[in-house]
């Protein structure tokens, strides 16, 4: 009995969360840029409705904000869609960023739900997660609607130590002012690019900015970007890349092959790779990959929670055969890739 009430709840919740079978689909190939850590929403939108493909309205348009705050959930990297130029029209880019972002909070979204793959639907988990995120970005642009519950509490320390959100560009050049938005920020903040350490920066707009010029001699690359200040250190995941004007950007014109299981190598092509390259995927992974002539490369595909889901499918579960899209970044000191490549992780 307890077995059945246990999976009557579980089908309640994907239908919930669904509300319709969608079939499994494989990305095509794509030129999008990587708008890395794009500015948010503000104020704090509240999604109360389910959305699907091919909807309209005021919540796409919230929707695409807050899918672009975060480089790996974009919606585009250029034209309509792409932050700073969203819309209300919900279409096979948005579904597919939806698809992301599932996959990013697949503990908070999908195992919730009793879900084993993202589904591009917005349904009941998927705005609880939307609506979270919303409170927290707008507590980010608007100091005065943070309570004792702010994001400061959830992100960082129990001191209010800072939090940085993004900076408001991912490619800066030596000399460039750029700019950080978050949290916590002091009169006087330490701004660590890499090894370089920035000391007394002032807070702009009410302790959530900082502008921070990037220092002739600092190193072509990239950099793990962090704030410091009396209060403790901030989150340290964010990072810029600090552009050699001398050198031409990555660029990528294939990846092989375009689906896999956990453990494949994958090979990508292009042009303009350095001897030792970083490739960001959307799953959050950073990997180190050496190219021999500037246009091939080879990385192993490498991700505790999707290795799980192949021990539990391998063990007899209940998970059902899957293909998870995920996307590469290449990253040198002449820039971040103008182009994605595309790949899906197989369970089976």
Do not use: C
Not at 72 to 77: D, E, H, L, R, Y
Not at 128 to 147: D, H, M, Q, T, Y
């Amino acid at each position: 009995m307890t077995q059945r009430i246990a999976a009557i709840v579980m089908i309640s919740a994907i239908l919930l969360e669904t509300g319709y079978i969608l079939k499994n689909s494989l990305p095509k190939a794509t030129s999008q840029s990587s708008p890395f850590f794009a500015s948010a929403s503000s104020p704090a939108h509240v999604f109360e409705k389910d959305l699907r493909l091919r909807g309209r309205g005021q919540d796409i348009y919230e929707l695409q904000k807050i899918l672009n705050s975060d480089s790996f959930t974009a919606v585009a990297g250029s034209g309509p869609g792409s932050p700073g130029e969203e819309t209300d029209y919900f279409g096979p880019l948005t579904r597919a960023a939806v698809f992301r972002f599932q996959l990013k909070y697949a503990a908070e979204i999908l195992q919730s739900a009793g879900l084993s793959r993202p589904s591009g639907f917005v349904g009941a988990f998927t705005r609880r997660k939307l609506n979270s995120l919303s409170r927290e970005l707008s507590e980010i642009n608007n100091p005065s609607l943070a309570g004792s519950g702010n994001l400061l509490a959830r992100a960082g320390s129990e001191n209010g130590a800072p939090f940085v959100a993004y900076p408001n560009k991912v490619e800066v050049r030596r000399g460039e002012i750029f700019k950080i938005s978050g949290w916590g920020f002091e009169s006087g903040n330490t701004v660590n690019i890499g090894d370089v350490s920035i000391a007394g920066v002032p807070a702009k707009t009410s302790g959530t900015e900082l502008h921070v010029a990037v220092p002739e001699s600092m190193p072509f690359g990239t950099h793990n970007l962090f704030v410091e200040n009396t209060k403790g250190p901030s989150n340290k995941g964010r990072f810029i890349v600090v552009v050699n004007p001398q050198k031409a950007k990555p660029t990528i014109s294939g990846i092989s092959p375009s689906s896999g299981a956990v453990g494949t190598i994958v090979n990508i092509e292009g042009k303009n790779f350095a001897a030792m390259n970083e490739v960001r995927a959307s799953y959050g992974a950073k990997i180190l990959a050496p190219s021999a002539d500037g246009e091939t490369l080879s990385f192993k595909v490498e991700y505790g929670p999707f290795a799980k889901l192949q021990s539990l499918k391998s063990a007899g579960r209940n998970v059902k055969n899957l293909k998870i899209p995920v996307h590469f970044w290449v990253l040198t000191d002449g820039g971040v890739s103008g182009q994605r490549g595309e790949f899906a992780i197989e369970i089976k």
